[in-house]
């Protein structure tokens, strides 16, 4: 995502301002032949054009017809290990950016890379879920939606996260086991049958539904261009006014 800096917009400003006043020099040289009577129309231009412009601008800053009040929210996913939470939250994103809205994208792979040795007890997983709540918090002070997917297996630490951050609408992304099984690619699930992974969720750790999720997913019944369509028109429906 990139942020136009101030710098570079006044560089802007300041060059097509440049532009149009060399344009009309020109053409007022060309059909009078006179170039103190160009260059005088060119200063005039200016002038009038740049106090012009402040004053539609002011004028339009004023008017509230045509704005969209946009309040940060988050999208949090959750659901067992490769039930899709990944590939939808990534599919969702990309859709919410095409409304231009200041939003950053958070993945549990992601956090957990930045920050290395988090253990997958309850207490560690309550633990780190508060770091990223304030994350989140921190983006959403700047006026920045997230989405984020996160297994989040505990109702305690996701009511704590829909405590800390405005706007949380949970997305349970519903799959059963031997769904969550067929779908993992990386073995995980027979890891952790095989003992190699201490509490793996859904396997030697529980996963405790959201009882209270704003939208649920069932993605044995949901594709995800489906499931893209509902969670961005809820978005839009509750949150771009």
Not at 97 to 121: A, F, Q, T
Not at 129 to 135: D, I, M, S, W, Y
Request: proline share 3%; hydrophobic share 40%.
């Amino acid at each position: 995502m990139f942020r136009e800096t101030n710098s570079r917009s006044i560089v802007k400003g300041i060059t097509w301002r440049v532009l149009a006043t060399t344009t009309t020099v020109i053409i007022v040289y060309v059909f009078f032949g006179r170039l103190d009577l160009a260059i005088a129309a060119g200063i005039l231009e200016s002038v009038l054009k740049v106090a012009l412009y402040w004053a539609h601008e002011r004028g339009w800053h004023k008017i509230r017809w045509g704005r969209e009040r946009i309040s940060p929210f988050n999208l949090w996913f959750t659901g067992l290990p490769s039930s899709g939470k990944t590939t939808i939250a990534d599919a969702v994103f990309v859709e919410l950016e095409k409304l231009h809205i200041p939003l950053e994208r958070i993945d549990s792979k992601d956090i957990r890379d930045l920050i290395p040795n988090i253990g997958y007890s309850r207490e560690e997983r309550n633990r780190h879920l508060k770091r990223v709540g304030h994350l989140i918090q921190t983006l959403q002070n700047n006026s920045i939606s997230t989405v984020a997917s996160f297994i989040s297996p505990y109702r305690e630490s996701r009511k704590a996260l829909r405590e800390m951050v405005h706007n949380n609408i949970v997305v349970y992304i519903k799959a059963d086991i031997e769904t969550c099984k067929k779908r993992d690619t990386h073995g995980n699930y027979d890891k952790a049958l095989a003992g190699e992974y201490p509490n793996f969720t859904g396997i030697s750790d529980v996963y405790e539904e959201p009882k209270h999720a704003e939208i649920i997913i069932d993605t044995d019944l949901l594709s995800v261009e489906e499931a893209v369509k509902i969670i961005t028109n809820y978005v839009k429906k509750h949150y771009i006014k």
